[in-house]
């Protein structure tokens, strides 16, 4: 599977951005798939995650960012919200082969991340 992130960019605070994560390869739309980010000196922290059904969020960013997905596009979407200078970072989409994990050790692909930049 080949995941390919697109749509950061510069945004002020309390604005919006909205995500996109193609897949391709094989089977792509059978994976749960994921949102992290991480900023200079950090741990990758979770921030979504979508199974065929079920979405989770990290309580950080619950109420103001939403993950979806498009089965006939094979596109994952984090649609962000109301944004905050600490949710500036890059951001990265990830896909695992079943199941749900909070972990990006549990993730199997990952795409190359966009930049997500807040400002205040």
């Known amino acids: 599977v080949q995941l390919q992130a697109s749509g950061g960019g510069l945004v002020q605070a309390g604005g919006s951005l909205r995500l996109s994560c193609v897949a391709s390869g094989r089977t792509p739309n059978a994976y749960t798939m994921g949102w992290f980010r991480q900023t200079p000196g950090k741990e990758r922290e979770f921030v979504a995650t979508?199974?065929?059904?079920?979405?989770y969020y990290a309580d950080s960013v619950k109420g103001r960012f939403t993950i979806s997905r498009d089965y006939a596009k094979n596109t994952v979407y984090l649609q962000m919200n109301s944004l905050k200078s600490e949710d500036t970072a890059v951001y990265y989409c990830?896909?695992?082969?079943?199941?749900?994990?909070?972990?990006?050790?549990?993730?199997?692909?990952w795409g190359q991340g966009t930049q997500v930049t807040v400002s205040s």
């Open positions: 979508i199974t065929r059904s079920t979405t």
């Open positions: 990830a896909a695992r082969l079943s199941g749900t994990s909070f972990y990006p050790q549990h993730y199997n692909y």
